[in-house]
């Protein structure tokens, strides 16, 4: 999360150089195609963290609104609590957004809030993190002694986890307060402390931070030599982690040490290498505190203008931040500027910008909100946990009495139902005996005859099980392929059909209307039609053998003179090996074909196989589909997109199935009949199967 740790913004700023812009590329290429909500949600928590501080609020307040939908949606107690830390992580990161701004009441609102989302998912590290964010607000408006008290319950939860990090993170900000306060000697100890844990974990960026906060120390101590060493080997650390932001901001402090000891022109070169590297990675805050810097020697120098260009500059690029601090420091800059040039009108301007933004940091309102906003944190906190604890020992009460009613009352009811009970028992012991005789006769009748007609059926599925292609059949023709095939009831009206004649495989996938018994009597139609069209006249173009099917169809149902809606959806194909195509037809039916990990529906004509469904004198069109190496093809009947489940009871739909198609594609055949076979069922879930289902995939 983003957090401060002192009062000096800069110490903590986070700057972004040239491989931070592409990972943030990278994840909002992923966030663009993420499928789930809680993966969106992880892409955006993780923008919030790396984006440019002027991107903050849109990836968290997305972050946070997204993570209310996804708990509102799930009833999964393991993935409310995942997005609840995610959601805490966003609120405290729109808090640090409020907080750069110099809108501290806004800041402390949103890190309590993230702080009661990590008390209540048990998130200690996050609720240590969150401690530290708000003790650095107490900081930032001088009560130190309320600071000091928030990191101190921070370092306790860091111990308590035994978080190496944490603790330090906790004792450096400790330290920061003492230095604050004045009280150098009691700062570096801290800094050590926290300086000693950094180096047993082996956090280079972290050592290097403490030995620049050390350095400071020697300078305000007057020991610039001690200062120059700490502020070497920082150094050092971070040009061996080509750490650019850590390079300036240590160049920035040596230029501090040399300006501290009046060597005016050491102090422009460091600073000058300071700003070179923040221009290179587009550190805006660190190029505007540089040109502040440089612009303060020039005028301790006397030369004015160059002062005033450099002023300039830093005053144009804080405006473009919006960050109070760096208005106020600009503005003051240039107020010394303009007041030795006797330029007292402009010296005013600047003074009222100065005292403008100083006030909307440390002014007694914004204090005041903050303290307010924190006891009220404190007394709902309060409130909350004694409410709870009077409610519990209410309910303990109401339950005692209610426990000792129900035994009264159950007794003497129990005893009134015994007497009635057994009365009612005698009478109708003789009338059941009497009913019993004529049920179990009954029963034995209608057992009877529902065997008789399972047996019937389970028989006609032996027989329609017979007709479809073998495992052999298929293997013959297809190097990888599946069938997930699903009646609704024993026998089904979806069939599949395959032909290998002369080299030529041809394959049909067909949902016929109905099912059950009727689908079942219009599928083994389809299957003869088929085998007479193909196997015996010979004709293996798609687009003719639905044209032949069709009138088959119409003159075996009689559907010249009758009103009959019976027929099929069906897609006939036809593949060539040799030259990776198939020659496709579909009647109000459509194939899927998946290359390069993107889906492409072939679309058939849109009437149907029956004279009810068809058009008059209409001929089928047939497409050839050229293939490439490891495509996929896939057809399914509308059972599977049909399908009621879910959470909310909807339909799985055309456009989700088609996600799975493309998801499974890359995975080896036995692996994606699972997928399939996992998905229908987990959708599913406890409805009732609405139609027959049959899913076949090939492997190109």
């Known amino acids: 999360m983003r957090y401060f740790f002192s009062l000096f913004i800069f110490l903590f700023t986070i700057s972004f150089s040239f491989s931070q812009e592409n990972e943030i590329d990278s994840l909002n290429l992923l966030l663009k195609n993420a499928k ?54 966003a609120i405290n ?25 990590q008390e209540e998912t048990n998130d200690k590290t996050g609720a ?3 401690l530290n964010n708000m003790a650095s607000i107490y900081n930032s408006q001088g009560e130190i002694s309320k600071s000091l008290e928030y990191h101190l319950k921070s370092l306790k939860i860091s111990e308590d986890i035994n978080d190496k990090k944490g603790i330090s993170i906790s004792l450096n900000n400790i330290g920061n307060n003492y230095r604050n306060q004045g009280d150098t000697p009691k700062a570096l100890e801290y800094y050590k402390k926290s300086l000693k844990i950094r180096e047993e974990i082996k956090d280079k960026q972290g050592i290097a931070l403490l030995m620049n906060n050390i350095g400071t120390i020697y300078i305000s101590q007057g020991d610039n030599k001690k200062a120059l060493e700490c502020f070497l080997k920082s150094l050092k650390i971070n040009e061996e982690a080509n750490d650019k932001q850590g390079i300036a901001y240590t160049l920035k402090n040596i230029g501090h040490n040399y300006n501290n000891q009046g060597d005016f022109s050491k102090a422009l070169e460091y600073y000058q290498k300071s700003l070179d590297i923040s221009e290179k990675i587009k550190d805006v805050e660190g190029v505007v505190i540089s040109l502040n810097s440089i612009g303060s020697m020039y005028l301790k120098q006397k030369k004015h203008s160059l002062a005033l260009d450099y002023a300039n500059r830093s005053m144009s690029m804080a405006k473009e931040l919006g960050f109070p601090v760096r208005l106020r420091n600009a ?19 600047m003074h009222e910008l100065f005292v403008q933004m100083r006030d909307s940091i440390f002014n007694q309102e914004t204090q005041k909100s903050t303290f307010k906003q924190q006891a009220k944190y404190e007394y709902e906190k309060q409130q909350a946990i004694s409410e709870a604890e009077h409610q519990k020992e209410l309910a303990i009460a109401a339950e005692e009495k209610k426990r000792q009613q129900i035994i009264t009352y159950s007794i003497g009811f129990g005893l009134l139902m015994v007497v009635l009970f057994s009365i009612f028992i005698f009478t109708r012991l003789r009338i059941t005996h009497r009913q019993k005789q004529i049920i179990e006769q009954q029963k034995k009748i209608v057992d009877q005859k529902n065997k008789h007609i399972t047996d019937s059926i389970n028989y006609a599925k032996r027989i329609q099980d017979s007709i479809l292609p073998s495992k052999e059949e298929l293997s013959n023709c297809f190097s990888g392929y599946f069938i997930f095939f699903q009646p609704r009831e024993i026998v089904s ?34 299957n003869t039609l088929l085998n007479e069209i193909v196997n015996e006249k010979r004709i293996f173009q798609p687009a003719e053998i639905l044209n032949h099917l069709n009138e088959g169809i119409v003159h075996a149902l009689h559907q010249e003179s009758r009103s009959q809606d019976d027929g099929m959806d069906i897609s006939v194909c036809l593949f060539d090996n040799e030259k990776n195509k198939i020659t496709f037809a579909g009647a109000n039916h459509s194939m899927y074909v998946v290359q390069n990990n993107s889906i492409e529906e072939i679309k058939g004509d849109i009437f149907s196989i029956g004279s009810m469904f068809g058009k008059k004198n209409f001929s089928f069109t047939q497409q050839e589909i050229a293939l490439l190496k490891n495509s996929s093809v896939y057809f399914s009947t509308d059972g599977f997109a049909d399908q009621v489940g879910g959470k909310s009871g909807k339909k799985f739909l055309v456009k989700q199935m088609q996600e799975l198609l493309v998801n499974i594609s890359s995975l080896n055949i036995k692996e994606q009949e699972e997928k399939i076979k996992n998905a229908f069922e987990e959708w599913k879930g406890n409805y009732s199967q609405l139609d027959d289902v049959l899913v076949a995939g090939i492997k190109i």
Request: hydrophobic share 40%.
């Open 93 to 117: 990161n729109i808090g640090y957004n409020y907080n750069i701004q110099g809108d501290s009441h806004k800041a402390l609102e949103y890190y309590q809030k993230g702080l009661r989302i």
């Open 493 to 526: 009206g979806d069939f599949y059909w395959l032909s290998n004649q002369n080299g030529k495989t041809i394959l049909a996938v067909a949902d016929c209307t109905g099912h059950g018994v009727p689908g079942a009597f219009m599928s083994m139609i389809g």
């Open 36 to 89: 789930h909500d809680t993966t969106k949600l992880r892409l955006l928590v993780d923008l919030s963290e790396k984006c440019e501080l002027t991107d903050i609020l849109k990836y968290a307040q997305s972050a946070a609104e997204l993570a209310d939908v996804i708990l509102n949606e799930t009833e999964n107690l393991s993935v409310q609590q995942k997005v609840k830390k995610l959601k805490a992580q």
């Open 331 to 349: 503005a003051e800059l240039l107020y010394k500027i303009y007041r030795q040039q006797n330029k007292w009108q402009d010296a005013l301007a």
């Open 128 to 130: 240590a993190l969150s």
